[in-house]
């Protein structure tokens, strides 16, 4: 070991001082064009089941890791909902009393969590619509994070213009959603079926579906757990 680098990892033994200069590199290494997320939004915008696919089977180092791309796009759409004041949320179900407010309350503070969660529903849907595909259940939630980072940019992108012009535009946006996902899916899948597309509608449906029945038993749960 000499007195700058490790030996066995090669690392700086002593890491430099973050400053001005390192918080710029790695704001730029984020959105970097050619690996970062602006990259990883273009080609999931042009096309997403094809990128996905080869980032699941061939190369792992052009997209943003799911996982990091789902909770930032998250934010972003939390942050945006907030200083717009959309009333109209992403993920929201309906039921009575303090617990069912308070897991309600915590979905809508915490879109990464709750947009991972739901997506194992989904993915699970998936894993039975596409059971032939030799695609286990976390790589179909990679698949899902991917799809539904790009779902929260772009109900963000309709909730700032809901926000400047006043139209309500989010229910716009959930059909742009549905079809973004059912287009996604199916091209990752087998772009030259339409059943991949309508398989991929359902499972997404069903997905939502049992997601929010989980929430609301949930709450029923707690309710019976801690009454009044």
């Given at each position: 070991?000499?007195?700058?680098?490790?030996?066995?990892?090669?690392?700086?033994?002593?890491?430099?001082?973050?400053?001005?200069?390192?918080?710029?590199?790695?704001?730029?290494?984020?959105?970097?064009?050619?690996?970062?997320?602006?990259?990883?939004?273009?080609?999931?915008?042009?096309?997403?089941?094809?990128?996905?696919?080869?980032?699941?089977?061939?190369?792992?180092?052009?997209?943003?890791?799911?996982?990091?791309?789902?909770?930032?796009?998250?934010?972003?759409?939390?942050?945006?909902?907030?200083?717009?004041?959309?009333?109209?949320?992403?993920?929201?179900?309906?039921?009575?009393?303090?617990?069912?407010?308070?897991?309600?309350?915590?979905?809508?503070?915490?879109?990464?969590?709750?947009?991972?969660?739901?997506?194992?529903?989904?993915?699970?849907?998936?894993?039975?619509?596409?059971?032939?595909?030799?695609?286990?259940?976390?790589?179909?939630?990679?698949?899902?994070?991917?799809?539904?980072?790009?779902?929260?940019?772009?109900?963000?992108?309709?909730?700032?213009?809901?926000?400047?012009?006043?139209?309500?535009?989010m229910p716009i946006a959930a059909g742009v959603v549905v079809i973004y996902f059912s287009w996604a899916v199916g091209q990752f899948f087998d772009k030259a079926k339409l059943g991949s597309y309508l398989k991929a509608l359902?499972?997404?449906?069903?997905?939502?579906?049992?997601?929010?029945?989980?929430?609301?038993l949930l709450s029923v749960l707690m309710t019976l757990i801690m009454p009044h």
């Amino acid at each position: 070991m000499n007195e700058e680098f490790c030996s066995n990892c090669k690392q700086n033994i002593k890491p430099k001082r973050i400053d001005g200069h390192y918080i710029l590199h790695e704001i730029e290494h984020v959105l970097h064009f050619d690996r970062g997320i602006l990259y990883t939004i273009r080609e999931l915008l042009v096309r997403p089941g094809e990128n996905i696919r080869n980032f699941i089977s061939e190369n792992r180092s052009r997209l943003v890791k799911p996982v990091i791309f789902i909770i930032v796009t998250s934010i972003i759409y939390t942050l945006v909902n907030h200083f717009f004041h959309i009333e109209q949320s992403y993920i929201k179900f309906d039921a009575e009393g303090p617990q069912s407010n308070a897991i309600n309350d915590w979905v809508q503070g915490h879109y990464g969590y709750s947009n991972i969660i739901m997506g194992g529903f989904i993915s699970f849907w998936l894993k039975i619509f596409f059971k032939k595909y030799d695609y286990n259940f976390f790589e179909i939630l990679i698949l899902i994070c991917f799809i539904l980072g790009m779902e929260m940019l772009m109900f963000s992108v309709f909730a700032v213009f809901e926000g400047i012009t006043q139209y309500h535009l989010m229910p716009i946006a959930a059909g742009v959603v549905v079809i973004y996902f059912s287009w996604a899916v199916g091209q990752f899948f087998d772009k030259a079926k339409l059943g991949s597309y309508l398989k991929a509608l359902v499972s997404y449906i069903l997905g939502m579906l049992t997601f929010g029945i989980s929430m609301i038993l949930l709450s029923v749960l707690m309710t019976l757990i801690m009454p009044h």
